[in-house]
């Protein structure tokens, strides 16, 4: 499969990962049955073949390109993180045997805290995207987007991509070293199809729905923990884009007062609230450089 | 034909996503525990190294035990006796260094302690230990050998080594002390030994849980490894070389582990072939199986350095405590523990995703 280079669509930690395309297929599907008003939204607005759609497919081909030729080889490894994280902690405390807790229970904190621990950090520096000017010249790229698809997931400036990477690197680097210096080989994921469970469920329960115009909710006592497609959505809109920074779960966006929940609607407006400052896809990825 | 374009460029673009393995959510692999690497054959022979161990020790016990009725006979009869038991030491530190026994099972997790006293590690502990044995094989204690060596530590290898040594004493000095109560309390301590090591090898011997479950047997054995290089460089070298928190400054030849019969290098080296026999026989295909090759060949590097260094002493290690090598030593076993940390999170790592997506 690798040689037909289909690989991203059959890896389960992968966004793209086709079970979670077609898990949000499917919900897409049932909400267009049974919601009118979505059905209408599609039919009468042009979503997938929109200029700022096509702008997203162009974008994820050539930045691509970049992750693979730039980024890649510039981001800081998670597993050096890692290691280094719990040789620092063996040099200050000492080494110690690996403390008495089953490997199932080990396995199971250790997923959580990934996630807890990722999630929250992914909250504060798409906060931080937004509230600190140079940084949202960058993030504006993804918010530029007027309709949304999965793949404006994929449409993030190179230097975004960047401190995301560093995030994860530091994030996943310090858990797992900890973990590792407190239960040495006990370490390990509860995992679905080879991907970590919250991880699955999220993509499961419509993290492709996201970015698009299917107004999913979760109810909403769920959306005080949960973050739904639709309160991305609200994020996505010119009036809600300081609300709603949360990864997966919402209880960041609660305990610091940036959450926001709303009745569903369709109609929702995305984008900057202006004309779009980008018109090609090489201005998408030098004008934040320059402007303002 | 914009449609045709668009599908080609998508196609193109999954093409090079697929090439980087990026982009993911979330997702540190666990130890071995995805991609289906199958590491059933590599562990198996891990674990018939881990038998083999255990029953040539315990086959040497039984010699041991053979050897003792006759110590009295002469001096050779005594010389032999110490020799075996020297031979029966150093096979049990290989069962020592890679017994993975009590994590399998609660019950055996006493066993090394009940072996070897010293187990523990705890040069206070084994002081007063000594002392107390003086007192125990003193010919003008009345009290009946078999209620007097009433603790397992006494009836250990420990216990053994110093009725056949004492304070480094000659073999001739020994044997003149050599008599019926000495002989008597030689014959107890090597029953008990034997009998725990036949613990030890019934266990391997009919316990298949190793096999069962690879991934929590290669949890179990890098951290069984990680404890025992670090137990080489804390109890075994820093503690006598004055190199620990605990001793800095402070060497005492005599807390090395074998002072008595100055073969505490031995005994060292023991360990590290131990180390170097089990990545041999298995361990080196699961690190490559994993992605850890550089790490495993850190490990086999660092074994063949310490190898090397063990060789390097002309004389025992007793009489050299505050030598350079022994510094060497500790610090090469330092390093061996560091590599053996390397190796459980590169093997943790399978697969080093990187997530660089914005939301």
């Given amino acids: 499969m690798e040689y037909f280079g289909l690989d991203y669509l059959f890896v389960s930690h992968q966004r793209l990962f086709w079970v979670y395309l077609l898990s949000a297929a499917i919900i897409a599907i049932l909400y267009v049955i049974f919601a009118h008003s979505v059905r209408e939204e599609y039919a009468k607005r042009t979503i997938w073949l929109h200029s700022s759609a096509l702008m997203d497919y162009k974008y994820f081909f050539v930045v691509s390109f970049i992750k693979v030729a730039v980024i890649l080889p510039l981001i800081l490894s998670s597993k050096d993180v890692a290691l280094y994280v719990t040789l620092l902690l063996q040099e200050s405390f000492g080494f110690i045997a690996p403390l008495a807790l089953s490997k199932e229970s080990v396995v199971l904190l250790y997923t959580l805290t990934l996630f807890v621990v990722g999630d929250f950090t992914r909250y504060w520096l798409h906060r931080a995207m937004h509230s600190v000017p140079l940084l949202w010249r960058f993030h504006k790229v993804h918010h530029s987007a007027v309709v949304l698809n999965p793949l404006t997931f994929y449409r993030v400036h190179p230097v975004e991509n960047i401190l995301f990477g560093l995030r994860y690197a530091l994030s996943v680097g310090v858990v797992t070293g900890v973990f590792l210096y407190l239960f040495g080989a006990k370490i390990g994921l509860v995992q679905i199809v080879g991907a970590n469970v919250f991880v699955f469920v999220f993509g499961i329960l419509g993290a492709n729905l996201r970015h698009s115009h299917i107004p999913l909710r979760y109810g909403d006592f769920l959306e005080k923990i949960f973050i739904s497609p639709y309160q991305h959505q609200l994020h996505h809109t010119v009036q809600h884009s300081g609300k709603n920074f949360g990864g997966a779960l919402a209880i960041w966006d609660a305990l610091f007062q940036t959450l926001h929940r709303e009745k569903a609607a369709s ?15 090489l201005e998408m990825l030098y004008k934040p450089f320059i402007q303002k | 034909m914009r449609k045709v374009y668009i599908t080609l460029l998508l196609f193109a673009s999954f093409w ?18 995805s991609g289906g690497t199958d ?35 002469s001096l050779s009869d005594f010389e032999a006796l110490r020799s075996k038991t020297q031979e029966l030491i150093l096979a049990y530190k290989k069962v020592e260094a890679l ?29 007063p230990i000594l002392n107390e044995l003086a007192t125990i094989l003193a010919p003008t204690n009345v009290t009946p050998i078999e209620s007097a060596l009433y603790k397992n530590a006494y009836k250990s290898i420990t216990g053994l080594v110093y009725a056949l ?19 008597d309390a030689m014959r107890i301590m090597i029953e008990n030994i034997t009998a725990q090591l036949e613990i030890i090898v019934d266990f391997y011997a009919t316990d298949s849980s190793f096999l069962d479950d690879a991934s929590a047997s290669v949890t179990i054995l890098l951290n069984q490894l990680a404890i025992s290089s670090n137990r080489l460089k804390e109890w075994r070298v820093g503690d006598p070389g004055g190199l620990t928190q605990k001793y800095l400054g402070n060497s005492d030849a005599q807390r090395f582990e074998y002072w008595a019969s100055r073969s505490s290098l031995q005994a060292i080296e023991s360990i590290i072939v131990a180390h170097k026999e089990v990545m041999q026989s298995g361990l080196e295909t699961i690190a490559n199986e994993g992605g850890a090759t550089s790490e495993a060949e850190a490990i086999e590097s660092k074994i063949e350095e310490l190898q090397l260094l063990c060789d390097s002493f002309t004389s025992s290690v ?9 510094t060497q030593l500790y610090n090469g076993a330092y390093q061996l523990q560091v590599s053996y940390t390397a190796l459980i999170n590169a093997l943790n790592f399978q697969q080093d995703i990187i997530e660089a997506d914005g939301d």
């Fill in chain 1, 267 to 281: 109609n929702l407006e995305y984008g900057l609230g202006k004309a779009t400052p980008y018109v090609s896809v």
């Fill in chain 2, 16 to 33: 090079l996503q697929g090439c980087g393995g990026e982009n993911s959510y979330d997702g540190a692999n666990g130890l071995l525990s």
């Fill in chain 2, 39 to 73: 590491v059933s054959e590599p562990l198996a022979a891990i674990y018939t190294l881990i038998q083999e161990d255990a029953n040539a020790t315990l086959l040497l016990a039984q010699e041991v035990e053979a050897l003792v009725d006759d110590v009295n006979a």
């Fill in chain 2, 99 to 127: 017994y993975v026994a009590e994590k399998l099972e609660s019950s055996m997790t006493d066993i090394p302690v009940f072996v070897e006293a010293f187990s523990a590690g705890d040069f206070d502990r084994k002081e």
């Fill in chain 2, 165 to 183: 040594y004492e304070d480094q004493n000659s073999s001739a000095e020994i044997f003149a002390k050599v008599d019926t109560r000495r002989v």
């Fill in chain 2, 318 to 326: 007793e009489s050299n405590v505050d030598d350079a090598k022994v």
